[in-house]
């Protein structure tokens, strides 16, 4: 009974922080997006600094009608939202704050990590397919197209600190962490972080959804609920990709003084802050630039440091 | 909940919480909302003009030879994975190092050959 007591309060902090973590960092992006351009951002809703804005959002989007448009696939069309959220929230099941502290430890942590995030894009491209609409058909279409080139470099850069742990537990691979990982590993995580923003289809990779030129590509006809189940999957993204770079990157809750949730914590905003720091500064790549990076930059980056991780092991033992 | 597999029930119930919090958002969504469709609002997005033809129009997808790239290259990073938590075991070390820069070439190799083939680039 305890047992199952202790998961069930597990997994209430991990639905907890799945649903407010995103908001978090979206009134972030809201506010430090709109200071980088010498704005103000939201001021009005709840009064301080526009801190309920978001939740205002979510008023708001509940309340609007779901338009599915007549010659859209309506199934797939309805339930590729839930396709897009869910596997970030199941991602989070094994994500670690501090020692021990994960819902569930599983040996081969990294490797799901790995294949549940890729199910997330699935759900842009579903989305794209069944809407029907010329411009979220091309979204899909580039969409499926960047999954392709940047799931081989995240792989790759995550096996690198497989093979430097000699684990694929998280739990395992934050514990084995040393400080001289950041140089050793600094190439993986570059590859890692970058091949990370482009599966989420953040700026400057967010060719697929292009407001300006093809209209959000797969979420053109979405409007209301469904849209915000969207969005949300985004910031919830970034969430996740932040947290795993904390974790296989920068040591996890390793640090001094503060406790080791804290820690993990202020690594994955400082790291969520650079998403939206990135999102500012850069242009939007163009498509054929993006599968060029991808293919003649990340991957060979990603087998240096494959090689280096292992020559620096293998000597080092 | 022990054992292999009951961690993985864990994830199951994860999942199952996940698609209930889909499903209440939808639930309560319905409740709130209006729906008073029109013709007019169900039609296809497209620039505010009636759309022309169907949406799955005919195109030429670029990139195609991505996906078997792809699909050849994430096979072989799947081997790598266990492999990897072995490699620096005692009794392994320079045997298993030589072994993954045979692999790494092969790999290396296939990206230089694609990249000859001008599959690269906007075909």
Redesign the interface.
């Known amino acids: 009974m305890a ?2 007591l202790d ?1 069930a309060v597990r ?1 209430v902090v ?2 907890a922080a799945f ?1 407010l973590l995103p908001l978090i960092v979206g009134q972030m992006e809201h506010k430090a997006m709109a200071h980088m351009q010498a704005r103000l951002g939201p001021m009005y809703a709840g009064g301080f600094h526009g801190w309920a804005q978001l939740l205002a959002d979510g008023v708001k989007f ?11 696939d309506r199934w797939i069309f309805a339930i590729a ?2 396709v897009a ?2 596997p970030y ?2 991602v989070m ?1 094994v994500i670690p704050v501090g020692p021990g502290l994960a ?6 942590g ?3 990590v790995l294949a549940v995030m890729g199910v997330g894009v699935l759900g842009a491209i579903m989305a794209g ?1 069944a ?8 979204g899909g ?1 580039r969409a499926a ?1 960047q999954l ?2 940047y ?2 470099p995240l ?2 850069a995550a ?1 690198s600190v ?2 430097a742990a ?3 537990s998280l739990q395992g691979i934050a514990e084995q962490w040393r400080w001289w990982w950041l140089p050793w590993q600094a190439i993986g995580a570059f590859v890692f972080f970058v091949a990370g923003l482009a599966e989420l289809r953040r700026p400057p990779f967010d060719m697929p959804i292009a407001e300006s030129e093809i ?1 959000m590509g797969p979420m ?2 979405y409007a ?2 469904r849209f915000a ?1 969207f969005m949300l999957a985004e910031y919830a993204g970034i969430v996740v990709l932040s947290a795993l770079t904390t974790v296989l990157f920068l040591g996890g809750w390793q640090g001094p003084l503060l406790p080791g949730p804290v820690w993990t914590l202020l690594k994955v905003f400082a790291l969520a802050f650079v998403v939206i720091w990135v999102r500012v500064s850069y242009p939007r790549m163009r498509e ?1 630039q993006l ?2 990076f991808a ?2 930059v990340l ?2 980056l990603a ?1 240096l440091q ?2 280096l991780t ?2 620096v ?2 000597l080092t ?1 | ?1 022990s054992g ?1 597999f009951g ?2 029930a ?2 199951v ?3 199952l ?3 209930a ?2 499903a209440g ?2 639930f ?3 409740m ?6 029109t ?1 007019e ?6 620039c505010g003009v009636d ?1 022309v033809g ?4 005919q ?1 030429q ?3 195609y030879v ?2 078997y ?2 699909v050849v ?2 096979v072989d ?2 081997f ?2 266990p492999w ?7 009794g392994y ?2 045997t ?2 030589v072994e ?2 045979v692999f ?1 070439a092969f ?2 190799l296939g ?1 230089l050959y ?2 000859r083939k001008r599959v ?3 075909t």
């Open positions: 047992e199952v998961i997994l991990v639905v649903l509940v309340q609007k009608e779901d338009v599915i448009p007549a010659a859209a939202p839930a959220l869910v929230l199941v099941v819902a569930v430890d599983l040996d081969a990294l490797f799901f397919w809407s029907a609409n010329k411009y979220s058909v091309l279409i197209a392709m080139s799931e081989l792989v790759l096996a497989a093979m000699g684990t694929l209209i053109t006809e209301g609920f189940l054929d599968q060029k293919w003649t991957v060979p087998l494959l090689a292992g020559v092991r293998v033992a | 909940m292999y961690s993985y864990v994830v119930v994860l999942f919480v996940g698609v919090i889909f958002g939808l309560v969504n319905r709130l909302r209006p729906s008073r469709p013709p609002k169900l039609t296809t997005y497209e759309p169907e949406g799955w129009a195109s997808i670029r990139y991505f996906t790239l792809y290259f994430a990073a799947v790598l994975f990897a938590t072995v490699f620096a075991a005692p070390g320079m298993t190092l993954m820069f790494l790999i290396a990206i694609a990249w690269l680039g906007w």
